[in-house]
């Protein structure tokens, strides 16, 4: 990993902002993302996102936690957080915002345990791939302290397979729907391709009721997102 997206927050972070992320999909044109929404405060972010945090409690594991925006909501809520991301530059600039405790680290490198660990905007993609949810699962599962709680969010992105008529084009011998190519750029840098995973909800409360979670359906947003709770049985 070249760590564009780090790169792109440590310029927002120093005054240097002069453009956006460009990121785009095998399914789908570039699209930007605007660097000050990656640093937004709890009013600006959507409302599944709203909700998450005002469900968290206890000990919390922010997961993929970018420039720390929902760390920093928690802290100031008086929460004890901990903050985690595979982007050395997100952590770099989390750190500078304020973030408390802040790690380099990979989800399945993580040993500590939680009341809450939050993986939010599009949680389930760092997943990668359908075959992989279940280790992920089983791995989020030791990290919870008993009554903890795991609160991700995902979309069902079927739609984007409808044609004008409603009807799917789905390859049923392709691999699952939601296993997309994922590519981004920053200045003229591409990152590496990487594999993100939607998981639509009925797929991840199957995965989860065969490692013994209970997954509710806390939430559901506007374009076919959602927001799950997964808990100990």
């Not at 709680?149 to 691999?175: C, K, P, R």
């Amino acid at each position: 990993m070249k760590d564009i997206f780090g790169l792109a927050l440590l310029d927002f972070q120093n005054g240097n902002y002069t453009e956006d992320l460009i990121t785009w999909t095998n399914i789908s044109d570039e699209d930007e993302l605007p660097l000050p929404y990656l640093f937004r405060s709890f009013k600006d972010m959507p409302a599944l996102e709203q909700k998450a945090l005002k469900l968290a409690k206890g000990i919390v594991l922010d997961v993929g936690c970018g420039a720390g925006s929902h760390s920093l909501y928690l802290q100031k809520k008086g929460l004890q957080v901990k903050a985690i991301d595979i982007s050395s530059g997100a952590v770099t600039v989390a750190k500078a915002r304020g973030v408390i405790s802040v790690e380099n680290l990979d989800i399945l490198a993580e040993t500590g345990t939680y009341d809450t660990i939050l993986l939010l905007m599009n949680g389930t993609g760092i997943f990668k791939e359908l075959s992989q949810v279940a280790t992920y699962l089983k791995h989020l599962k030791s990290l919870l302290k008993p009554n903890g709680q795991i609160l991700i969010d995902s979309s069902d992105i079927q739609y984007m397979y409808e044609d004008e008529d409603g009807g799917l084009w789905i390859d049923t011998h392709a691999n699952y729907y939601g296993e997309l190519d994922y590519f981004l750029s920053y200045k003229g840098q591409e990152e590496i391709p990487m594999t993100w995973l939607y998981l639509d909800f009925n797929t991840l409360y199957t995965a989860c009721t065969a490692l013994g979670l209970t997954c509710e359906l806390v939430a559901e947003g506007d374009h076919y997102d959602y927001l799950a709770k997964l808990s100990l049985s």
